[in-house]
């Protein structure tokens, strides 16, 4: 199991808007085609569809007031190619907790979608092709006063579906069955299931970096 440190707080709307342009993004670029998908790969994969997910669904959700919405959005990936999301949601709140509730669906649509993370001392590039669907549930606690952050309080969520995935010069099948949840002690992710064929347990906070 990985483990980096926790992120405290949810970070604001337009954190959230940049991070599906940066999340999974470990620096560099470059293939390597020295094999196929490893559990390295794996996991950078795993987490930079798992942030996709939080990203979007937060700021659809966090830019909203209680009722049903739609939303869709396509932004660049770090290392090229673009990605798409699209979904539906309904949202509830409580004002006397200030407590904002959430269900979903969705559908990420990856375009070459590019992304790179260190393996040993090199850079590998992975990129991606395909869609995946997901579903959840989230809550967060709005702040009393204005200007100050939410705090992520629980979150659910699956994801499913089959993309082409190329690492250096090598194309492969990915089954994706992936489930990421939120511990509000800890302050931290944990992502599990199989990607690419690789069983993939990963724990980590906002962005797979610490806040």
């Known amino acids: 199991m990985r483990s ?57 959700t966090l830019t909203t007031t209680s009722g049903t919405r739609t939303y869709g959005r396509t932004v660049s990936c770090p290392a090229g190619g673009s990605v798409s999301v699209s979904g ?18 969705n559908t990420q649509t990856h375009a070459a979608c590019a992304i790179t993370h260190t393996r040993g001392d090199k850079t590998v590039t992975a990129v991606i092709d395909g869609s995946v669907t997901g579903s959840g549930t ?29 690492v250096g010069d090598r194309k492969s099948t990915c089954e994706v069955n992936l489930t990421q949840t939120w511990n509000s002690a800890t302050k931290m992710f944990t992502i599990s299931g199989v990607m690419c064929g690789r069983q993939v347990n990963i724990t980590r906070g906002w962005g797979g970096r610490g806040g």
């Open 138 to 166: 989230a809550s967060w606690q709005l702040p009393e006063k204005r200007g100050d952050l939410p705090t992520l309080l629980s979150w659910t969520g699956t994801r499913a579906g089959s993309t082409t995935t190329t």
């Open 88 to 105: 539906s949601g309904e949202t509830s709140r409580d004002d006397a907790t200030r407590i904002l509730s959430t269900k979903w669906t």
């Open 4 to 60: 980096e440190k926790p992120l405290s707080r949810v970070p604001t709307t337009v954190a959230l808007a940049a991070a599906l342009a940066l999340a999974g993004c470990d620096g560099g670029t470059g293939p390597d085609d020295r094999d196929t998908v490893s559990g390295e790969d794996a996991e950078a994969i795993a987490g930079f569809v798992s942030n996709v997910d939080f990203a979007s669904v937060g700021v659809a």
